[in-house]
T-cell receptor, first 112, second 112 residues
Framework: KNQVEQSPQSLIILEGKNCTLQ??????????LRWYKQDTGRGPVSLTI?????NTKSNGRYTATLDADTKQSSLHITASQLSDSASYIC???????????FGTGTRLKVLA | NAGVTQTPKFRILKIGQSMTLQCTQD?????MYWYRQDPGMGLKLIYY???????DKGEVPNGYNVSRSTTEDFPLRLELAAPSQTSVYFC???????????FGPGTRLTVT
Protein backbone atom coordinates (compact mmCIF):
# COMPACT_ATOMS: atom_id res chain seq x y z
CA LYS A 1 0.00 0.00 0.00
CA ASN A 2 1.31 3.45 -0.92
CA GLN A 3 1.86 5.41 2.27
CA VAL A 4 3.69 8.45 3.57
CA GLU A 5 4.36 8.72 7.29
CA GLN A 6 5.70 11.79 9.03
CA SER A 7 7.20 12.31 12.44
CA PRO A 8 6.91 13.88 14.85
CA GLN A 9 3.21 14.80 14.73
CA SER A 10 3.97 18.09 16.44
CA LEU A 11 7.01 19.96 17.62
CA ILE A 12 7.65 23.05 19.73
CA ILE A 13 11.00 24.82 19.56
CA LEU A 14 12.43 28.16 20.61
CA GLU A 15 13.16 30.82 18.06
CA GLY A 16 16.68 30.52 16.68
CA LYS A 17 16.91 26.78 17.24
CA ASN A 18 17.23 24.16 14.50
CA CYS A 19 14.89 21.23 13.94
CA THR A 20 14.51 18.22 11.67
CA LEU A 21 11.29 16.71 10.42
CA GLN A 22 11.10 13.15 9.11
CA UNK A 23 9.22 11.52 6.25
CA UNK A 24 9.17 7.78 5.47
CA UNK A 25 7.40 6.50 2.40
CA UNK A 26 6.39 3.26 0.77
CA UNK A 27 5.36 4.58 -2.62
CA UNK A 28 6.07 2.72 -5.81
CA UNK A 29 6.90 3.66 -8.43
CA UNK A 30 8.64 6.77 -7.14
CA UNK A 31 8.77 9.97 -9.17
CA UNK A 32 9.59 12.78 -6.77
CA LEU A 33 9.15 14.00 -3.21
CA ARG A 34 8.05 17.45 -2.18
CA TRP A 35 7.90 19.27 1.09
CA TYR A 36 5.08 21.76 1.47
CA LYS A 37 4.55 24.43 4.11
CA GLN A 38 0.96 25.08 5.15
CA ASP A 39 0.25 28.16 7.24
CA THR A 40 -2.88 28.07 9.36
CA GLY A 41 -5.93 28.78 7.24
CA ARG A 42 -3.99 28.70 3.98
CA GLY A 43 -3.28 26.20 1.23
CA PRO A 44 0.04 24.31 1.09
CA VAL A 45 2.97 25.98 -0.67
CA SER A 46 5.86 24.01 -2.14
CA LEU A 47 9.27 24.37 -0.43
CA THR A 48 11.44 21.83 -2.21
CA ILE A 49 11.23 19.03 -4.74
CA UNK A 50 13.59 16.08 -4.90
CA UNK A 51 13.92 13.43 -7.58
CA UNK A 52 15.38 9.96 -7.26
CA UNK A 53 18.94 11.04 -8.00
CA UNK A 54 19.06 13.99 -5.62
CA ASN A 55 20.35 13.69 -2.05
CA THR A 56 20.10 17.25 -0.79
CA LYS A 57 18.33 20.42 -1.81
CA SER A 58 18.17 23.75 -0.05
CA ASN A 59 15.74 26.64 -0.12
CA GLY A 60 17.04 29.36 2.16
CA ARG A 61 16.94 28.05 5.71
CA TYR A 62 15.19 24.86 4.61
CA THR A 63 17.29 21.85 3.59
CA ALA A 64 15.69 18.63 2.42
CA THR A 65 17.49 15.30 2.16
CA LEU A 66 16.44 12.14 0.40
CA ASP A 67 17.68 8.58 0.82
CA ALA A 68 15.97 6.63 -1.95
CA ASP A 69 17.40 3.33 -0.72
CA THR A 70 15.81 3.56 2.72
CA LYS A 71 12.86 5.61 1.40
CA GLN A 72 13.38 8.36 3.91
CA SER A 73 13.46 12.12 3.64
CA SER A 74 14.07 14.86 6.16
CA LEU A 75 13.47 18.57 6.25
CA HIS A 76 15.96 20.55 8.33
CA ILE A 77 15.09 24.09 9.39
CA THR A 78 18.00 26.25 10.46
CA ALA A 79 17.78 29.23 12.83
CA SER A 80 14.02 28.98 13.15
CA GLN A 81 11.84 32.08 13.04
CA LEU A 82 8.36 32.74 14.38
CA SER A 83 7.10 32.70 10.79
CA ASP A 84 8.18 29.05 10.47
CA SER A 85 5.23 28.09 12.67
CA ALA A 86 3.14 26.00 10.30
CA SER A 87 2.39 22.46 9.23
CA TYR A 88 4.96 20.78 7.00
CA ILE A 89 3.63 18.17 4.63
CA CYS A 90 5.62 15.54 2.76
CA UNK A 91 4.11 14.54 -0.59
CA UNK A 92 5.39 11.71 -2.76
CA UNK A 93 4.49 11.53 -6.44
CA UNK A 94 4.41 8.50 -8.65
CA UNK A 95 2.46 5.84 -6.86
CA UNK A 96 -0.69 4.42 -8.36
CA UNK A 97 -3.61 6.13 -10.00
CA UNK A 98 -3.78 9.26 -7.93
CA UNK A 99 -0.12 10.19 -8.33
CA UNK A 100 0.21 12.23 -5.12
CA UNK A 101 0.42 10.59 -1.72
CA PHE A 102 0.21 13.04 1.19
CA GLY A 103 1.62 12.63 4.66
CA THR A 104 -0.41 13.82 7.63
CA GLY A 105 2.08 16.60 8.33
CA THR A 106 4.18 17.84 11.23
CA ARG A 107 2.80 20.82 13.10
CA LEU A 108 5.68 23.09 14.10
CA LYS A 109 5.36 25.88 16.63
CA VAL A 110 8.21 28.32 17.15
CA LEU A 111 8.13 30.25 20.40
CA ALA A 112 9.80 33.59 21.11
CA ASN B 1 -1.36 35.99 -11.71
CA ALA B 2 -3.94 35.28 -9.03
CA GLY B 3 -2.99 31.59 -9.07
CA VAL B 4 -5.77 29.37 -7.73
CA THR B 5 -8.77 31.09 -6.22
CA GLN B 6 -11.62 29.49 -4.29
CA THR B 7 -14.98 30.77 -3.12
CA PRO B 8 -16.49 30.90 -0.61
CA LYS B 9 -13.94 30.92 2.23
CA PHE B 10 -16.43 29.70 4.79
CA ARG B 11 -19.87 28.13 4.61
CA ILE B 12 -22.31 26.53 6.99
CA LEU B 13 -24.84 24.13 5.51
CA LYS B 14 -27.77 22.31 6.99
CA ILE B 15 -28.04 18.57 6.46
CA GLY B 16 -29.60 17.85 3.09
CA GLN B 17 -28.73 21.20 1.51
CA SER B 18 -26.56 21.45 -1.58
CA MET B 19 -23.90 23.88 -2.69
CA THR B 20 -21.13 24.43 -5.21
CA LEU B 21 -17.55 25.24 -4.28
CA GLN B 22 -15.93 27.35 -6.95
CA CYS B 23 -12.33 27.00 -8.13
CA THR B 24 -10.55 29.01 -10.80
CA GLN B 25 -6.93 29.02 -11.94
CA ASP B 26 -5.24 31.45 -14.31
CA UNK B 27 -2.04 29.51 -15.00
CA UNK B 28 -3.43 27.55 -17.97
CA UNK B 29 -2.85 24.28 -16.13
CA UNK B 30 -4.39 21.17 -17.59
CA UNK B 31 -4.60 19.26 -14.32
CA MET B 32 -6.93 20.27 -11.52
CA TYR B 33 -7.78 18.56 -8.25
CA TRP B 34 -10.17 18.72 -5.33
CA TYR B 35 -8.98 17.58 -1.91
CA ARG B 36 -10.50 17.51 1.51
CA GLN B 37 -8.45 17.90 4.65
CA ASP B 38 -9.79 16.56 7.91
CA PRO B 39 -8.09 17.32 11.25
CA GLY B 40 -4.96 15.20 11.76
CA MET B 41 -5.31 13.57 8.34
CA GLY B 42 -3.49 13.93 5.08
CA LEU B 43 -5.22 15.49 2.10
CA LYS B 44 -7.58 13.08 0.40
CA LEU B 45 -8.31 13.35 -3.32
CA ILE B 46 -11.99 13.72 -4.16
CA TYR B 47 -11.93 14.27 -7.93
CA TYR B 48 -9.42 15.33 -10.50
CA UNK B 49 -9.39 16.49 -14.09
CA UNK B 50 -6.74 16.16 -16.77
CA UNK B 51 -8.29 18.73 -19.06
CA UNK B 52 -11.51 20.42 -20.07
CA UNK B 53 -14.29 17.88 -20.40
CA UNK B 54 -12.37 15.09 -18.62
CA UNK B 55 -12.87 14.26 -14.96
CA ASP B 56 -12.29 11.19 -12.83
CA LYS B 57 -12.89 9.99 -9.31
CA GLY B 58 -10.28 10.11 -6.60
CA GLU B 59 -10.14 8.24 -3.31
CA VAL B 60 -13.26 9.73 -1.67
CA PRO B 61 -15.75 10.79 -4.39
CA ASN B 62 -19.01 9.72 -2.75
CA GLY B 63 -21.41 12.61 -2.19
CA TYR B 64 -19.62 14.93 -4.63
CA ASN B 65 -19.76 15.79 -8.31
CA VAL B 66 -17.54 17.88 -10.57
CA SER B 67 -17.51 19.34 -14.05
CA ARG B 68 -14.79 20.89 -16.17
CA SER B 69 -16.24 22.90 -19.02
CA THR B 70 -13.23 25.22 -19.31
CA THR B 71 -9.51 24.99 -18.56
CA GLU B 72 -9.84 27.62 -15.85
CA ASP B 73 -12.80 26.41 -13.79
CA PHE B 74 -13.34 23.24 -11.79
CA PRO B 75 -16.40 23.51 -9.52
CA LEU B 76 -17.19 20.91 -6.87
CA ARG B 77 -20.84 20.17 -6.17
CA LEU B 78 -22.13 18.78 -2.89
CA GLU B 79 -25.56 17.20 -3.10
CA LEU B 80 -27.50 16.35 0.08
CA ALA B 81 -24.87 17.62 2.51
CA ALA B 82 -24.03 15.33 5.43
CA PRO B 83 -22.10 16.01 8.68
CA SER B 84 -19.34 13.71 7.38
CA GLN B 85 -18.63 16.32 4.72
CA THR B 86 -17.57 18.86 7.33
CA SER B 87 -14.00 19.57 6.29
CA VAL B 88 -11.64 22.03 4.64
CA TYR B 89 -11.68 21.75 0.87
CA PHE B 90 -8.69 22.64 -1.27
CA CYS B 91 -8.55 23.04 -4.99
CA UNK B 92 -5.19 22.63 -6.72
CA UNK B 93 -3.77 22.69 -10.22
CA UNK B 94 -0.60 21.51 -11.89
CA UNK B 95 1.00 21.75 -15.31
CA UNK B 96 1.49 18.00 -15.60
CA UNK B 97 0.87 14.84 -13.65
CA UNK B 98 3.38 14.56 -10.82
CA UNK B 99 4.35 18.21 -11.23
CA UNK B 100 4.19 20.89 -8.58
CA UNK B 101 0.68 21.50 -7.37
CA UNK B 102 -0.54 25.02 -6.66
CA PHE B 103 -3.22 25.20 -4.01
CA GLY B 104 -6.04 27.62 -3.41
CA PRO B 105 -6.68 29.12 0.04
CA GLY B 106 -9.36 26.58 0.93
CA THR B 107 -13.04 26.55 1.81
CA ARG B 108 -14.02 25.66 5.36
CA LEU B 109 -17.36 23.86 5.26
CA THR B 110 -19.47 22.93 8.26
CA VAL B 111 -22.57 20.76 7.91
CA THR B 112 -24.93 20.76 10.89
Amino acid sequence: KNQVEQSPQSLIILEGKNCTLQCNYTVSPFSNLRWYKQDTGRGPVSLTIMTFSENTKSNGRYTATLDADTKQSSLHITASQLSDSASYICVVSGGGTYKYIFGTGTRLKVLA
Amino acid sequence: NAGVTQTPKFRILKIGQSMTLQCTQDMNHNYMYWYRQDPGMGLKLIYYSVGAGITDKGEVPNGYNVSRSTTEDFPLRLELAAPSQTSVYFCASSWDTGGEQYFGPGTRLTVT
